[in-house]
């Protein structure tokens, strides 16, 4: 492994780790608020929220929601953290490791534009930067008056970003920045609303005066906001293993369709617990998702190359040829592509053998999704992917 790859290999694990725990924790809470149940005679308590019961590895586990009075904060109170800031801090490492360096291979796509290096990270992390101030600005402003007015705003930036980062990257690398674009704003939201206002929570408690409810409401708000994004947030995350989503001509619809339909699908799991019947939330999430699905499905389709009987079956030799000279270059024991050292994800196509076992891959990468030879590097034409296809399609016969 190059210190590239191990650095990569590594910073990925930690990430996948702390993203775990982060969104499985967020999801537990959430799930916990909305399942507490009212217990007799303490409804008019203030501050008291309701209990339940919970068994788990090897025993019961009972949970009460409630406002502490004064003086009575307990001496070892658990926060939930860290958890995030891990997320988001191994996320940005991986985004400089994978994106940023090695020539930002990954980030640029001079089929998309033709940025230079220094060019591209620094639009890279503008972005990011003014997405979350953008964003905060907008909730400071409107969000106590008007919140659907910040709500339609928001997505409408959301949606512009979204579309303005595939006009200017890679698609994988467009799709990686909504996500991180998405992650940084959750990590604002977390460390700059949320954990303030759990801290003027506890102060209040130790001091014993009135907790500020407008603070509590804007942490909420922006708890919520955090909820609606991990669906997406997910989706893309896992998109770089899949090309037909970002390469897609228009990779920007697609990915429209992800985030409403993660985000409602998220929505109708939320309302669940406060609708009358299963039938108000359970159909509309079912709708969302086969909505999605099939739009998904039927956008990212591709159309099978059609039979041609009349030409004589395509000869092994020259598909040899082809990949001897457009993908070799990166793809053998011993690259020569000074980018990739090593192949990439570990493919060489130095026998027939090798060629012949990833056949359905080459046609999908090569003439389906058009994403290898990667950016294009070895000037691959047209008629060299068609003769590949149609050589995959009469079985992709040996010599
Ligand atoms: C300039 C270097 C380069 C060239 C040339 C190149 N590739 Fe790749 N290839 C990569 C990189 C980087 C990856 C890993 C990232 C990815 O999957 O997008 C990869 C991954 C792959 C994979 C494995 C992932 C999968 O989807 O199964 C296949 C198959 C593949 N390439 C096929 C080809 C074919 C076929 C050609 C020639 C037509 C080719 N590559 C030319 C760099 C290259």
């Given at each position: ?92 490492s ?39 101030v ?19 705003l ?6 512009g ?6 006009q ?23 460390w ?22 407008a ?22 995350m896992?998109?770089?293993?899949f ?10 619809l697609?990915l ?9 699908i ?33 956008l ?10 009349q ?9 040899h ?21 090593v ?22 990468r090569?003439?389906?999704t ?28 040996g010599?």
């Amino acid at each position: 492994m190059t210190s590239h790859e191990f650095l990569d290999l590594l910073i990925r694990w930690v990430h996948l780790i702390a993203g775990i725990m982060w969104i499985g924790n967020s999801m537990l809470f959430n799930w916990l608020d909305r399942n507490l149940e009212k217990v007799a005679g303490r409804e008019k308590e203030v501050g008291y929220e309701g209990k339940l019961w919970m068994v788990h590895s090897g025993g019961f586990y009972e949970v009460e929601k409630r406002q502490l009075a004064p003086g009575e904060l307990p001496a070892n109170l658990h926060w939930f953290k860290w958890q995030n800031f891990t997320t988001w801090a191994s996320g940005i490492s991986l985004l400089i490791v994978v994106y940023y360096l090695n020539g930002g291979a990954y980030l640029i796509d001079p089929a998309v534009r033709a940025l230079g290096l220094p060019q591209a990270i620094t639009i890279s992390v503008l972005c990011l930067a003014t997405a979350w101030v953008v964003y905060h600005s907008l909730w400071r402003l409107l969000g106590d008056a008007a919140p659907k007015v910040a709500g339609l705003l928001s997505v409408a930036a959301l949606l512009g970003s979204s579309f303005a980062l595939t006009q200017l990257f890679s698609g994988r690398a467009a799709y990686l920045h909504v996500g991180v674009l998405l992650g940084t704003v959750m990590t604002g939201n977390v460390w700059f609303v949320i954990v303030p206002s759990q801290r003027m929570l506890v102060a209040a408690t130790q001091s014993g005066q009135e907790q500020d409810y407008a603070l509590n409401q804007r942490a909420k708000q922006r708890s919520i906001h955090n909820n609606y994004m991990t669906f997406p947030l997910l989706f893309i995350m896992l998109s770089n293993h899949f090309p037909g989503t970002y390469s897609h001509p228009l990779n920007w619809l697609v990915l429209f369709v992800v985030m409403f339909g993660g985000a409602g699908i998220r929505h109708f799991m939320n309302v669940r617990y406060s609708v009358r019947s299963t039938a108000a939330w359970l159909w509309p999430m079912v709708g969302i998702a086969v909505v999605t699905t099939a739009l998904l499905f039927g956008l990212t389709a591709r159309p099978g190359v059609a039979a041609t009987p009349q030409l004589p079956p395509v000869q092994f030799a020259d598909v040899h040829q082809i990949i001897r000279t457009r993908c070799v270059a990166c793809h053998s024991a011993q690259p020569s592509e000074p980018m990739f050292p090593v192949a990439p994800t570990g493919v060489m196509f130095d026998s027939p053998e090798q060629i012949l076992i990833l056949a359905p891959r080459i046609k999908e990468r090569a003439v389906v999704t058009r994403t290898m030879p990667f950016i294009n590097k070895t000037g691959m034409a047209d008629e060299e992917r068609a003769l590949i296809g149609r050589w995959v399609d009469e079985g992709a016969r040996g010599p």
